[in-house]
């Protein structure tokens, strides 16, 4: 790749233009090509000042509770990394062993400090854990509000209310997840009309899907499928 | 960000960090996390989402602190740099429909360069930044600190996909000379 793609593709990296695709493009990329890698840090240098512009906003005090608790649960920093970050590492470590070979072979000068930065940095910056599957869940027909569905990785589902959601003393909004190719929705829990949330360990089909909120009885659907009116559905779900 | 004198600099305490202190480490929390909470939450638009997103980018920290290399610049650039990357992701993969550009903070972003004038190498970057046409840097600040795509800023000033590219493509590599000079 030439100077001038890397340089266009590493400042766009940066500045958060790409989409979804062309980041993890550039990625795997920079992890191969200590050009991209090294621009990519450069890139960083000079637009991380633009943060100022954000106004700061304190973090509810949960955020260190939470984080307190996931640390309890971690063993020592250099286990964890090792546990972490695995995979990457020994590919890091295997390329580098072929390409030291290469170097010696060729007789030219070890990589400079900068590019062996510049791929620790594009290391650091992927992925440690999987990311939450993020979705919206909006009405089907007419309607107002919905939910924002937060799927973690072990199954946890998080609702969070927005908007005017409705029904009768009587009635619940029940979640289900319909799995591609399938026509048996799954039922993960009842959704809250008002506030936040958690369902634990809902059974999240592992296939791409879309997520469905019937109207039930009170409780929930009292045949293990929706048996009120389909209202709210979300976009097609890659986990 | 504020340092008393006495208090050890950030990158002391990611050395402490890499050996297991977690009192540096929420020494390092203190000082950080409501730059990187902004952060989050601007881009991510979503009080939980951005919670989560800083969370994880400080299990980050504390498992690689070790990994952390001064040349590549200050950790708070390193830390910056894992928080809006992974909120980024986030917001990436729920789709630009899925999350409503609901506030209309974005304008006020645009509005104000003078914090720069404040910030580490702010100043220089605040210059380069005024020399742009209007237009093209508030593309470049909307990008960055909203996390909007190409796509999503066609959508909202209704311009061509190619142009916004091929604008905010010319506007990074005259920012890029203006900071060279």
Redesign the interface.
């Known amino acids: 790749m030439s100077g001038t793609d890397d340089e266009d593709r590493a400042g766009l990296f940066v500045l958060g233009a790409l989409n979804a695709e062309e980041m993890r493009a550039v990625r795997a990329e920079a992890d191969r090509d200590p050009e991209l890698a090294s621009a990519i840090v450069d890139w960083e240098r000079r637009l991380t000042p633009l943060v100022n512009l954000v106004p700061l906003v304190t973090p509810p005090a949960t955020l260190w509770t939470q984080l307190e608790t996931r640390l309890d649960r971690l063993a020592t920093p250099g286990a964890a990394l090792g546990e972490i970050y695995r995979p990457p590492l020994r590919q890091r470590t295997r390329r580098r062993g072929e390409r030291r070979a290469v170097v010696l072979w060729r007789g030219v000068a070890v990589a400079s400090m900068a590019v062996a930065a510049g791929l620790l940095i594009v290391l650091l910056t992927r992925e440690p854990t999987p990311l939450p599957t993020v979705a919206m869940v909006m009405p089907v027909k007419s309607g107002t509000g919905g939910w924002l569905i937060t799927v973690a990785a072990n199954g946890d589902i998080h609702a969070v209310a927005q908007g005017a959601l409705t029904h009768t003393r009587d009635q619940d909004f029940e979640l289900w997840a319909l799995p591609a190719g399938s026509t048996k929705p799954v039922p993960l829990g009842l959704l809250p009309t008002t506030q936040v949330a958690v369902l634990s360990r809902a059974a999240v089909p592992s296939e791409p899907f879309v997520l469905l909120v019937s109207l039930e009885p009170k409780g929930g659907s009292p045949t293990g499928l929706p048996t009120g009116p389909i209202m709210f559905g979300s976009a097609e779900i890659m986990r | 960000m504020t340092i008393n004198a006495g208090e050890p600099g950030s990158e002391i305490l990611l050395e402490r960090?890499?050996?297991?202190d977690?009192a540096a480490?929420?020494a390092l929390?203190d000082r950080h996390?409501?730059?990187l909470?902004?952060?989050a939450?601007?881009?991510t638009r979503?009080?939980?989402?951005?919670?989560?997103t800083?969370?994880?980018a400080?299990?980050?920290i504390?498992?690689?602190?070790?990994?952390y290399?001064r040349?590549?610049?200050a950790p708070e650039?390193?830390m910056?740099?894992?928080t809006?990357?992974?909120a980024?992701?986030?917001?990436?993969?729920?789709?630009p429909?899925?999350?409503?550009l609901e506030d209309q903070q974005a304008a006020d972003?645009?509005e104000?360069?003078a914090?720069?004038d404040?910030?580490?190498?702010?100043r220089a970057?605040k210059q380069c930044l005024e020399r742009l046409d209007p237009n093209r840097r508030r593309l470049?600040?909307l990008?960055?600190?909203e996390?909007?795509?190409?796509?999503e800023?066609s959508v909202q000033f209704v311009i061509p996909l190619g142009t916004i590219k091929s604008t905010?493509?010319r506007s990074?590599?005259a920012?890029?000379e203006c900071?060279a000079a």
Not at chain 2, 17 to 20: E, I, L, P, R
Not at chain 2, 46 to 52: E, K, M, T, V, W
Not at chain 2, 118 to 122: E, P
């Open positions: 960090c890499a050996a297991g977690r480490f929420r929390y996390s409501a730059r909470y902004s952060v939450l601007r881009i979503h009080a939980n989402l951005a919670s989560d800083v969370q994880e400080f299990i980050q504390w498992q690689n602190a070790r990994l290399d040349s590549r610049g650039a390193w910056i740099g894992l809006r990357y992974r980024l992701d986030l917001v990436r993969r729920a789709g429909a899925l999350i409503p972003a645009v104000s360069l914090p720069l404040d910030a580490a190498d702010g970057l470049v600040i990008a960055f600190v996390g909007f795509s190409h796509a800023l905010i493509r990074l590599a920012l890029k900071l």
